[in-house]
């Protein structure tokens, strides 16, 4: 059986040039482009104009950091008990983005480009969807301030269209705090990108962050004392009483 042959279209490089996307790195994407642009550049192919690169940054900044979550721990108590591999911990962290934790996102962009490309009504996703990701938020209620944001950014820049838009009415009609990640799935959309990796925009951002948490974990540590914490009340019921 003949092997498929092997093909990249990201990147090359030779002795004394690189090309990323059929831009010269030294004199083309150095000093031009930022990190949110890059990104936006590996994504699609080609940099963004001015308007996309102010929505896109928005959308991965507003993801780079939210406190002490589940991830940030996770990124912490690794590297308590591994400080030399700052990756790992990192590594750590990411792998609890899922569902619940920012990558509900990329549920939001995938619901959102059917129901658009079969002109479904809000009504009708509620119905497919009983637990529709990116609406509901445990602190942030009714209004995620992220959210209100981004769309203003959206219409500033010309990228609210009919997925924010239904987003947006899907979060009415059911009565729920339209979140930042719901808002974050329906610009993804609007820019085109493909709802499969619409996850990478939380692992890209969030990986910022976490080693953020870890540089902070080295200056004014908190892991051992969560472990110790945990520790002592979890099993307090099992220990004799004085």
């Known amino acids: 059986m003949a092997r498929k042959p092997l093909k990249s279209d990201l990147a090359w490089s ?6 990323v996307r059929g831009k010269d790195l030294p004199a083309e994407i150095l000093g031009h482009l930022n990190l949110g642009d890059m990104a936006f550049l590996e994504l699609t192919g080609r940099a963004p104009n001015a308007g996309e690169s102010k929505i896109f940054n928005a959308m991965v900044v507003t993801l780079v950091e939210h ?3 589940p991830s940030a721990l996770a990124a912490r108590l690794t590297y308590l008990g591994a400080p030399e591999a700052l990756q790992g911990a990192v590594a750590a ?3 609890g983005l899922g569902s ?7 549920g ?7 129901a658009v490309a079969d002109g479904k009504d809000a009504k009708t996703v509620l119905a497919e969807n009983k637990r529709m990701p990116g609406i509901g938020h445990p602190i942030h209620r009714p209004v995620d301030p992220r959210s209100v944001r981004l769309f203003a950014i959206a219409r500033e820049t010309g990228h609210y269209g009919k997925y924010c838009k239904l987003m947006e009415e899907i979060a009415q009609t059911r009565g729920i705090t339209l979140n930042a990640t719901g808002a974050i799935g329906a610009l ?13 925009l939380g692992v890209m951002a969030r990986a910022v962050g976490l080693v ?3 540089l902070e974990e080295t200056r004014d540590p908190m892991a051992e004392e969560i472990w110790h914490r945990v520790d002592e009340e979890a099993s307090a019921h099992l220990k004799p009483k004085k």
């Not at 030779?14 to 090309?19: H, K, M, P, Q, S």
């Open 14 to 19: 030779t002795v004394d040039r690189i090309t």
């Open 67 to 69: 406190g002490v979550t």
């Open 93 to 95: 962290g990411l792998l």
């Open 100 to 106: 619940v934790f920012v990558g509900s996102m990329e």
């Open 108 to 114: 939001v962009a995938r619901i959102l480009t059917d």
């Open 188 to 200: 993804a959309c609007e820019l085109g990108l493909d709802w499969k990796i619409v996850k990478g």
């Open 212 to 214: 953020g948490h870890i």
